[in-house]
């Protein structure tokens, strides 16, 4: 007897979790869980990171059902949600400051050379 046995990786848990968002017609959670990449699971937990506040608050009222996707594949993990800091570099950082301050300023290339 054969078996193909899928490894059992974060990547394969979460798709299944989207797929079974979708099976079970959690529109709003589908849709926001279909864009999520960076989840682990490690020490009896899947950590959902994310850098949008908006995302994790949809994930925080869904967790029931995130978790009740974990237990339709026969595990028993905890749903943790992170906030990651998004990475930007200094100039990023610059720009938004800079838009903070001063709102949307239109840059004028000017020819110094005439």
């Known amino acids: 007897m054969v078996t193909n046995k899928v490894p059992l990786t974060a990547k394969t848990v ?23 990449t960076d989840v682990v699971i490690e020490n009896g937990k899947l950590s959902i990171n994310v850098v949008e506040q908006m995302l994790a608050n949809l994930l925080l009222e869904g967790k029931g059902i995130i978790e009740r996707a974990l237990r339709w594949q026969g595990l028993e993990l905890e749903v943790e949600i992170n906030m990651k800091v998004a990475v930007t570099s200094d100039a990023e950082y610059d720009k938004k400051r800079l838009r903070e301050v001063f709102g949307e300023i239109e840059l004028i290339k000017r020819n110094l050379w005439r």
Request: proline share 0%.
């Open 14 to 36: 979460w798709g299944k979790v989207v797929l079974y968002l979708k099976e079970n017609r959690q529109v709003a959670l589908h849709v926001a869980c279909g864009d999520i």
